[in-house]
């Protein structure tokens, strides 16, 4: 396997964490104002379940990352998008999804809207989904299909893109 080139990177120039913030952000702003000016009325009371859900979505999102930062450092590659890869991780959170650290960054987003109550932020993570499918997974597959090939493709043949 060939050093690869820093020049030769997935081309994500946003990095995903902040595309996911900002729609939350703009997701939950949606959703008060919404909810306040147009809707007028309330959607009732938070149930502890619901908030207890979110808040464990929210810790389950961040131990992925946590788990593939780890897996990452131990590969001795870089985690950040816009970097060449060195190593084709397979093991780990990888052996189940693909993009396990996106998928926990979909947790986190979903588990903020639970616990805020915004039931229409929490419809828009099919926003997020596709923002991340589109502008950057779409671009890393079609790196790392040209930085590892067939190997690559193995592997999207054994483990799913999400789940």
């Given at each position: 396997m060939t050093k690869p080139q820093h020049s030769d990177n997935p081309g994500v120039r946003i990095p995903p964490p902040i595309l996911v913030v900002s729609i939350l952000v703009v997701s939950l702003l949606v959703d008060y104002f919404i909810?306040?000016?147009?809707l007028q009325a309330g959607f009732?009371?938070?149930s502890g379940a619901v908030v207890y859900g979110g808040a464990g979505l929210v810790i389950a999102g961040i131990l992925l990352g946590i788990?593939?930062?780890v897996v990452y450092h131990k590969a001795k590659t870089s985690i950040l998008p816009h970097t060449a890869d060195s190593t084709l991780i397979k093991h780990g959170p990888f052996r189940f999804s693909r993009n396990p650290i996106y998928l926990g960054?979909?947790?986190i987003y979903m588990g903020i809207c639970l616990v805020r109550n915004a039931p229409i932020a929490l419809m828009l993570v099919v926003l997020v989904i596709l923002?991340?499918?589109i502008y950057v997974i779409a671009k890393e597959e079609a790196y790392l299909t040209r930085r590892f090939g067939d190997a690559y493709g193995q592997y999207c043949k054994q483990v799913r893109r999400w789940l």
């Open positions: 909810r306040k000016s147009i009732g009371g938070m788990w593939c930062a960054m979909v947790l923002v991340l499918r």
